[in-house]
């Protein structure tokens, strides 16, 4: 073999091998991305939003837990959320439709693919948010629930809001004075974060001209639909329908006004229903339900109020754990509140209290027995979380049982809802006008 022939087979020779090295590189390089699509088996079951005025929630449920990092963007304001184990998907993109042009806090969202096996969701926000994002474990009929909350910089006072809504009111000018009065007192949000130096501190109500200040609470909300009859009614439907019912009966009192702790459908964890109520410095608080049993025979209305020694019967017992259960279902971060702060609110139950919680209990249950019939002939008691504001009368009414199938068409109507609204009304009146609020005593 010549030199020239040589020469082309070490130049072949060499051309093979490089086309051999790059073939490998090629390879290696390929590998990393082929495991990283593998890994990314992570599923989106549903993707719902809640929108409303004192923040908005978006919740993804998936089929297996997966690890979400966020930052805050500026100049515009954008949160960024990076979900890890997942792919683009048609569930995924639904989140864009779901924003709904009246959101007060998220302009639009856009979904990318960031990484192989990482999601970029990143949100066009109308104002600066303070962001909780957090997991939650399956409870209920949900899955696991990777939860984005978008609370506002700085919480809206509801007494405020309470005396905006009553603009034309001659009675607002003294909403008004009692907001600016109390204008350093702690503002509770949705998340339930007070000020635990002042979040007992309860300035005076013994004003005599003030309105009677009802605190009307619809029970449920949002991620937590509470009990479903057979026809698909959601008991946190019916209740804030039944609610704003009794708020416009309220509001067309000359001496009343009604404070609401939700207006739309949104979750509100259940202490912080008690520290709304305690901050607007109601009179009284009624928390609305209607229940479902095991047995749907069961029908009927009952009033509750709260326990110190025990549950009054065992199905008191059963319905105050079951309600006690809807921070799981609802979705609440612990690891955002004060615990310390919701310890104390939930443990300072005083006698009086609870005596004039019996006392309007047994004036409404009387009321709203001529309208469906009642399940209990007295007032049940038992350790709803919902009903420990320390002063503030509460009660708990159960309208009816939703898993009757009678008594859900009832709860359907809404002229019955308003009979239920009115005869709420007619006992709480008819409580007051013999005995004065319990704040007003001293």
Known sequence: MDNKAHSQENANRRSITRRRILGASATLLSLPVVSKVAAADGQILAVRTWPADEYTRVTLELNAPLRAEHFMLGNPNRLVVDIQGLTISQALNSLISKIRPNDPYISTVRVAQNRADVVRLVFDLKQDIAPQVFTLKPVGEYQY????????????????????????????????NLAQNNSNAPVPSVSGQVNPATANRQPSRAN???????????????????????????????????????????????????????????????????????RVKADLFVSIHADAF???????????????????????RWLAKKENASDL???????????????????????AQINDSLKIGH??????????????????QAG???????????????????????????????????????????????????????????
């Open 145 to 176: 629930r990777l939860v984005l909350d978008l609370y506002p910089k700085v919480a809206k006072d509801p007494i405020l809001a309470l005396a905006k809504d009553l603009d034309n009111d001659p009675l607002a000018q003294v909403l008004d």
């Open 208 to 278: 005599p001209n003030r309105p009677i200040l009802v605190a009307i609470d619809p029970g449920h909300g949002g991620e937590d639909p509470g009990a479903i009859g057979a026809r698909g009614t959601r008991e946190k439907d019916i209740v804030l329908a039944i609610g704003r019912q009794l708020r416009d009966v309220i509001n067309s009192q000359p001496n009343m006004r009604a404070y609401m702790t939700r207006e739309s459908d949104f979750f509100v964890p259940l202490h912080v229903r008690v520290q709304k109520a305690r």
């Open 294 to 316: 095991t047995n749907r025979s069961a029908r009927g209305t009952s009033v509750f109020a709260l326990s110190r020694n025990g549950a009054s019967s065992a199905a008191a």
């Open 329 to 351: 279902i609802g979705g609440l971060d612990i690891g955002a509140h004060d615990r310390q702060t919701a310890s104390v609110l939930l443990d300072m139950s005083t006698t």
């Open 363 to 380: 004036r409404v249950l009387g009321s709203l027995a001529q309208i469906n019939g009642i399940h209990s002939r007295k007032v049940e």
């Open 384 to 442: 709803f979380a919902v009903l420990k504001a320390p002063d503030i009368p509460s009660i708990l009414v159960e309208t009816a049982f939703i898993s009757n199938p009678q008594e859900e068409n009832f709860l359907r109507s809404p002229a019955n809802q308003r009979q239920i609204a009115r005869a709420i009304f007619s006992g709480v009146n008819d409580y007051f006008s013999t005995n004065p609020p319990l704040a007003r005593t001293g």
